[in-house]
T-cell receptor, first 113, second 108 residues
């Protein structure tokens, strides 16, 4: 059974058209992460939530926003996608501060036309 | 300097070969260490944690040397199904820091 679910798996949007990616988890984990992974590169952390506390990475562009309305769901909003934002977006969860293991969702592959 | 650096790859090996992956990390405060495997267009999946005492899981052996800030992964008797990208990962303050990955291709 899938524990971290991402929807949609594939998303096509137009240059400048806002898009929202979603992530849900059945693990009841406190921490949720969003990563961006471009082709042949390592995943890059965009931001994470510890419960409701939002933590933005210093180099995450303002174009990227996130919402976590409850423990189970987290959204990534890209306000004005550019061609350079085409990537795989990975959601991950972690139980809490004393655990290291992160559980990844299958990712959403974003194409920007 | 990258926080986590790996062999650039790709590694192309025949079935049955032994393959060694190397990784170094720059921050001595790194707390935990892992190898992840990522298949093409899929999410990273935890392969194994890495401990200073060394640990083995079947054909896979991982080693950590904190003094030299070096992590290794050895795959013995490689299989076609081992073909993937192997990511070296360290944690700092609850965050995963990924290396760029080393691609492995095992050929018949």
């Amino acid at each position: 059974d899938a524990m971290v679910i991402q929807n949609p798996r594939y998303q096509v949007t137009q240059f400048g058209k806002p898009v929202t990616l979603s992530c849900s988890q059945t693990l009841n984990h406190n921490v949720m992460y969003w990563y961006q992974q471009k082709s042949s590169q390592a995943p890059k952390l965009l931001f994470h939530y510890y419960d409701k506390d939002f933590n933005n990475e210093a180099d995450t562009p303002d174009n990227f926003q996130s919402r976590r309305p409850n423990t189970s769901f987290c959204f990534l909003d890209i306000r004005s996608p550019g061609l350079g934002d085409a990537a795989m977006y990975l959601c991950a969860t972690r139980r809490g501060p004393r655990t290291d293991t992160q559980y990844f969702g299958p990712g959403t592959r974003l194409t920007v036309l | 300097r990258k926080e986590v650096e790996q062999d650039p790859g790709p590694f192309n090996v025949p079935e049955g070969a032994t393959v060694a992956f190397n990784c170094t990390y720059s921050n001595s405060a790194s707390q935990s260490f892992f190898w992840y495997r990522q298949d093409c267009r899929k999410e990273p999946k935890l392969l194994m944690s890495v401990y200073s005492s060394g640990n083995e899981d079947g054909r896979f052996t991982a080693q950590l040397n904190r003094a030299s800030q070096y992590i290794s992964l050895l795959i013995r008797d490689s299989k076609l199904s081992d073909s993937a990208t192997y990511l070296c990962v360290v944690t700092q303050g609850g965050k995963l820091i990924f290396g760029q990955g080393t691609e492995l291709s095992v050929k018949p």
